[in-house]
């Protein structure tokens, strides 16, 4: 986790050894790109729990018909396809944590199971009869204001409190800006290990111009644009003309888009941009590309699932290399 100068940072890195002692449910608030993931990791490496499984369950990823199962796993013959049974998240989890990410997302009927399971700290496999204990920790993200969606019906009031025991705002990027050096610095420090070399540091002008830019895509905007910079323009200096044109062609326009076949980004235009250009708004975004939610959010998961992958090969294509240097 990086956590820069900012005092709104500060604040969150002080209560951290605090919420670390406690099992409490934490909620965690804030736009896309902002790091909950990377704080609720943190939560659980800091805590007594550190040892145990950390599950992360992207809510949105996953299709409403499975997402009962992918939870609470299910025994065989629970549905058709069940051939075997199958452990779910909660259980994987055991004495760890389950990250709930995009928790918005659930729908009412599985917000209803999950509220009576965090209530009874028990529940059962789908299809089966057997009772378990839940035993890990249960931290939750959202980039939503939850108690906007209680207000519109989307959201159920009593899960929103009892998962927001306590709730942490991550304050986006461009209300922090004096977090970006730091940003800035560990996203070069991972580039450079992904592409085994060393990629060169913004200037003085450079990071000006960086810090004039809104970031919509806050701190997973900084790694992209640096690995952007470093693989597009290995041999240039990172100066202020290269850094303009760096974050000036990442704007996405207001009218719908002009979408490839099946509602896909035009050719050159990554789901990630798109929902960065539309300031993390994932509504926007889908409008934008004249595709449900839903959609959406499913393919933006094959992305950055492959994109992962992808730099995983890399790192370790990387690493391998550099072994066999003499």
Request: charged share 25%; proline share 5%.
């Amino acid at each position: 986790m990086v956590w820069g100068l900012s005092e709104a940072m500060d604040c969150v890195r002080t209560d951290l050894p605090n919420l670390a002692e406690s099992d409490c449910s934490v909620l965690i608030v804030g736009e896309t790109g902002t790091g909950k993931g990377m704080l609720a990791r943190e939560l659980h490496q800091a805590s007594s729990r550190g040892g145990q499984p950390f599950v992360h369950v992207d809510c949105a990823a996953l299709a409403s018909s499975v997402i009962e199962s992918e939870l609470f796993g299910h025994e065989r013959g629970a549905f058709t396809g069940a051939s075997a049974a199958r452990k779910g998240r909660f259980e994987l989890a055991s004495t760890g944590t389950v990250f709930l990410d995009e928790i918005s997302e659930l729908s009412p009927e599985v917000q209803a199971k999950l509220l009576r399971v965090l209530h009874d700290r028990r529940f059962e496999r789908v299809g089966g009869t057997k009772t378990m204990v839940l035993d890990a920790r249960v931290v939750a993200a959202t980039n939503r204001s939850l108690p906007l969606e209680v207000a519109e019906g989307r959201f159920r009031s009593d899960l929103y409190y009892r998962l927001a025991v306590v709730e942490i705002e991550l304050p986006p990027l461009r209300n922090r800006v004096m977090d970006l050096e730091a940003l800035v610095e560990e996203a070069s420090r991972v580039v450079s290990a992904r592409l085994g070399r060393e990629v060169k540091r913004p200037t003085a002008g450079a990071l000006s111009r960086l810090c004039a830019y809104s970031w919509p895509g806050n701190g997973r905007e900084v790694f992209n644009i640096i690995e952007r910079v470093a693989v597009r323009w290995p041999e240039r200096d990172f100066d202020q003309k290269l850094a303009e044109r760096a974050v000036g062609s990442r704007a996405v326009p207001e009218e719908p888009l002009s979408a490839g076949s099946a509602g896909l980004p035009p050719k050159g235009l990554s789901l990630e941009e798109v929902l960065m250009g539309c300031g993390g708004n994932v509504s926007l975004a889908s409008r934008k590309l004249g595709v449900p939610r839903s959609t959406f959010r499913h393919r933006l998961a094959k992305e950055r699932s492959k994109a992962d992958a992808t730099s995983e090969a890399q790192l370790v294509f990387s690493f391998g290399a550099v072994s066999h240097i003499p």
